[in-house]
Antibody, heavy 121, light 106 residues
Framework: EVQLVQSGAEVKKPGESLRISCKVS????????IGWVRQLPGKGLEWMGI????????RYSPSFQGQVIISADKSINTTYLQWSSLQASDSAMYYC??????????????WGQGTLVTASS | SYELTQPPSVSVSPGQTASITCAGE??????VSWYQQKPGQSPLLVIY???KRPSGIPERFSGSTSGNTATLTISGTQPMDEAEYYC?????????FGGGTKLTVL
């Protein structure tokens, strides 16, 4: 069974750094893309970027390029989303999802349970 | 940048057919996927590659495309289908989501 288990909720102060994780099981980690999606309170889904753990190829949405870093550790089947300096506007639910990707398609076929990030002074 | 436009809300009576549209500027050879999200839950893939259903998704969910519009159709809508629905496509190596449609079953 494919599973993506995300790290727990985080409460941080603006300006602090943060790294959240997504640990996968049930398939070969290095052979599927993993994406990160943001959902602001009461709003829609926003795609942040994806990583291919096999070679750590990363692609970012222009909206998030330079704002976050996506990485992966093949040794522990885990991908990460990190901020060097959180802002209050980063307060949101963050989801990881395994992606199937081709030349003309991409879709998330398995999703994590979400990590709630709150940045507040 | 590429955009996908969905109606903010759709209402349907139980047992009737609900149709949720997703309009793109130009569809070309892009494939669309659809996700269902209920309050407090993660998104769930219900349609991929325009019309395919993942294992475990009821047959009442179907997808189609015509011109620049993709449509998610729910036949015999049930109260449990009340949720937010998002379309999604892949464009120039980026995932694009529609704004979401709130489906109300009343």
């Amino acid at each position: 069974e494919v599973q993506l288990v995300q790290s727990g909720a985080e409460v941080k102060k603006p300006g602090e750094s943060l790294r959240i994780s997504c640990k996968v099981s049930g398939y070969t980690f290095s052979t599927y893309w993993i994406g990160w999606v943001r959902q602001l309170p009461g709003k829609g889904l926003e795609w942040m970027g994806i990583i291919y753990p096999g070679d750590s190829d990363v692609r970012y949405s222009p909206s998030f390029q330079g704002q976050v870093i996506i990485s992966a550790d093949k040794s522990i089947n885990t991908t990460y989303l990190q901020w060097s300096s959180l802002q209050a506007s980063d307060s949101a639910m963050y989801y990881c999802a395994r992606h199937q990707i081709g030349y003309t398609f991409a879709y998330g076929d398995s999703w994590g349970q979400g990590t709630l990030v709150t940045a507040s002074s | 940048s590429y955009e996908l436009t969905q109606p903010p809300s759709v209402s349907v009576s139980p047992g009737q057919t609900a149709s949720i549209t997703c309009a793109g500027e130009t569809w070309g050879d892009k494939f669309v996927s659809w996700y269902q999200q209920k309050p407090g839950q993660s998104p769930l893939l219900v349609i991929y590659l325009d019309y395919k259903r993942p294992s475990g998704i009821p047959e009442r969910f179907s997808g189609s495309t015509s011109g620049n519009t993709a449509t998610l159709t729910i036949s015999g809508t049930q109260p449990m289908d009340e949720a937010e629905y998002y379309c999604q496509a892949w464009d120039t190596k980026a995932v694009i989501f529609g704004g979401g449609t709130k489906l109300t079953v009343l």
